[in-house]
């Protein structure tokens, strides 16, 4: 069986010289990256933060509907 959760929130932050006041949500590409420069100090760095609603599963274990030894993965593509 598959079932897939989709995020209800997201969001993309920025740290450093050049993005330090840019923080976003609801794009459509999250960035995710690492920027150094020739001497190896990080010049900048992008997270991503992803919310769940895991109602939904959460009840389906409790009640039987999803085994409890099932599995979860969390599948990130690169654009």
């Known amino acids: 069986m598959f079932y897939f959760e989709y995020p209800t929130t997201d969001t993309t932050l920025y740290e450093g010289n050049i993005t330090s006041s840019i923080n976003t949500g609801l794009d459509e590409i999250l960035e995710v990256s ?30 039987g509907i999803i085994p409890s030894d099932a599995k979860y993965y969390l599948n990130l593509y690169d654009a």
């Open 34 to 63: 690492k920027n150094v420069n020739s001497s190896g100090t990080t010049i900048s760095v992008s997270r991503a933060l992803l919310k769940f609603d895991y109602s939904y599963i959460s009840s389906s274990v409790q009640s």
